[in-house]
């Protein structure tokens, strides 16, 4: 608790001052540590006002997730948004299915990692979930467009063809809006699902 401005003699000796912005006037306390708050400070609860600082001491106690959670829900997510975004790239899916399919993927990715860590919250697991599918729909979506491209490749000069350049890939890749709308749907549907549920 920060300490209040010395008073002037413009000021009475009663004046009382927000423990996190000292320079703006105050009469409200928190109800739990007695600490003046200004009105930005203030979070409103069924027992009245609290500072920011109680607010998250009591949720807190409600977040029990690990940081191994935490890699499980982004590698799981991941390994699902991988094989969902390199089928629909594979299979060049046209964007109506991809927009259809998005939501209900997304709730799947929502519900099922979850349950390997037995519910277990966090204050950022829906951003894990939302990471691990970005970053695995957009690698399955690589390797999909890496083996379809290498294919043709080698079909069209033989075995002598080792490896392609990474920019005709994601070059190829950035142009499929399926696949991407895909994934950006599912991310958004298990972010949101999952912060409702919380």
Known sequence: ?????????????????????????????????????????????????????????????????????????????????????????????????????????????????????RRRRGRYTGEALAAGVACGGLIGVFIANYAQLMAVVVQIHGGSVTSLPLDVVFQRMFTQAAPLALLALAGFAAYVRYRVRR
Do not use: W
């Not at 300490?3 to 000292?22: K, M, N, S």
């Not at 069924?46 to 191994?68: D, H, K, L, N, W």
């Open 1 to 117: 608790m920060s300490a209040t401005p010395a008073t002037t003699p413009e000021q009475p000796a009663d004046t009382h001052f927000c423990a996190l912005h000292p320079t703006r006037e105050t009469e409200l306390r928190c109800n739990k540590c007695e600490r003046y708050m200004c009105s930005e400070c203030a979070v409103p609860t069924p027992v009245g006002y609290r500072c920011r600082q109680c607010v998250r001491q009591i949720e807190s106690v409600f977040f029990t997730a690990t940081p191994a959670d935490y890699a499980i829900l982004f590698a799981v997510s991941g390994v699902l948004a991988g094989i969902a975004g390199g089928i629909s790239a594979a299979l060049a899916l046209p964007i109506l299915f991809a927009l259809i399919l998005g939501l209900p993927l997304g709730g799947l990715i929502s519900d099922l990692p979850p349950r390997l860590i």
